[in-house]
């Protein structure tokens, strides 16, 4: 079988240049500088692509990874109770390092774009933008990837709200099993606009339609109609949950997973560790983790979420080529934004034209990226 590789070396953000070895059929992207710590040193490799309807997803393969099981998926601490999301104003309690329970601070009234969020664990926190945490005045996503420290304060923490009709006393926030869809996602992690976010929710996707192209499975119409009958509080777990839309997308994941099921099978020293999404023609998103059980732990809710945005999408059966989907796992060069917390995360956006990535870097127990994402900005 013919298989694209690709190897990134270094895996530098500053410095970086693109080297094509088209005799050998290779693309190679090797920095001018020292690598970054924490970076993988080796190679990701795309698989033959899996594709049904208007839908392709590429495999990322790599003979390298982490050991990410001292890492908290929000998921998997919002089950168990080592993790609580509460709505400001109300008290949260939580053990310090010191083993004392004092009673965290307010951090004054609800706000529909900042909840309180404890780890009670010794496991430090991965969240992820555009995870979906059901209950409390309105359901919410996550804003930006990040990592909350082990038994650290009550976090003040940044969210989108999902639910724009709903602002009264709910059940406190106990699920995460959910990750929005890519168009949703988008304008949280990359617009950071809540307008904007509620905007795609209804929308369903926010990609442009050029010309007469085929209709979605799931229209704007269809969408506006689930709004109307069963979710009048335009909440995203009750539109997308909804029969007219989850019918189409049970179909697509159904279908999905047997084909990438079978493509990723008998690999031999290597690991399934992220994928790369095309929609029609157009390569539009990807995300890679720093280990194949970490990519296991959250891939039935993003192939879900990929599902949704596709019956949004006009269907149109283009085949994408394998290069355009290279390039979705180059370093971006351009303008870049940085955050950290000092032993806990480093976090980095960098855009280039149409395409922004953002990195995720865990800074203990070792350095590592845990998580990548880039997309195709769709407006």
Known sequence: MNRALISVFGHSLLGI????????GFLWWTPTGAATPGKP???WRLLEPVSYENLTIFPVVASFGYDTSAFLTLEEGLASGQVTVREQGQEAIY???DGARPVAQNYGGPSVNQLVLVNHSKRPLLLLAGELVSGGKQDR?????RIVAPLAEPLPLDVFCVEHGRWSSGSNFNEAKTIVHPSVREQAAVKKAQSDVWAAVTAGSTAVTVGSAPPPMVSTEAITETVQVEAPTQSYSKIYGSKR?????EQLVSEMQRRFRKETAG???ERVVGVVVAYGGEVAWSDIFASDALFSSYWNK???SYAVEAVARPNVREKVSTQDAQEFLRPLNGREKTESEPDVYRWREIDEGALS???LDALEPKVMTLHRLLVRKTN
């Open 41 to 43: 040193q080796g190679e």
């Open 245 to 249: 839309v989850d019918t189409s997308v």
């Open 141 to 145: 996503i996550i804003a930006k990837d």
């Open 267 to 269: 690999l031999k020293g």
């Open 17 to 24: 240049s693109a080297l094509g070895m088209a005799a050998l």
């Open 357 to 359: 990535q953002i990195e």
């Open 95 to 97: 053990r310090n390092r």
């Open 302 to 304: 993003l192939l879900r």
